[in-house]
């Protein structure tokens, strides 16, 4: 049984800093590229950011030069570093692997909110 359990969120000022972090657990992981996505209320799933098992990373145009995604293999975890953060940033945060089709069940994901 595979497991995703984000955290690190929180509630953070406009133009703050956060970190969020993915535990994965099951070894498939391992060897596929991993991602971060979120989710707004009334909008649907989007993709962030993702970096392969080689190490090759990819953003979405709207992250790009905000956003940092890095992976510990040691520690079987996938982290987000997120910097100027904006109040559409608000949102539930996940990760998954976009490579293993189909995705695996999707974790809790970790609530951000940008508020003053």
């Known amino acids: 049984q595979v497991q995703l359990v984000e955290s690190g969120g929180g509630l953070v000022q406009p133009g703050g800093s956060l970190r969020l972090s993915c535990a994965h657990s099951?070894?498939?992981?391992?060897?596929?590229?991993m991602a971060w996505y979120r989710q707004a209320p009334g909008k649907q799933r989007e993709f962030l950011a993702s970096?392969?098992?080689?190490?090759?990373?990819n953003y979405a145009d709207f992250v790009k030069g905000r956003f940092t995604i890095s992976r510990d293999y040691a520690k079987n975890t996938v982290y987000l570093e997120m910097s100027n953060l904006k109040s559409e940033d608000t949102a539930v945060y996940y990760c998954?692997?976009?490579?293993?089709?189909?995705?695996?069940?999707w974790g809790q994901g970790t609530q951000v909110t940008v508020s003053s």
């Open positions: 998954n692997s976009p490579s293993i089709r189909p995705m695996k069940p």
């Open positions: 099951g070894s498939i992981f391992r060897i596929n590229a």
């Open positions: 970096e392969s098992s080689s190490g090759i990373r």
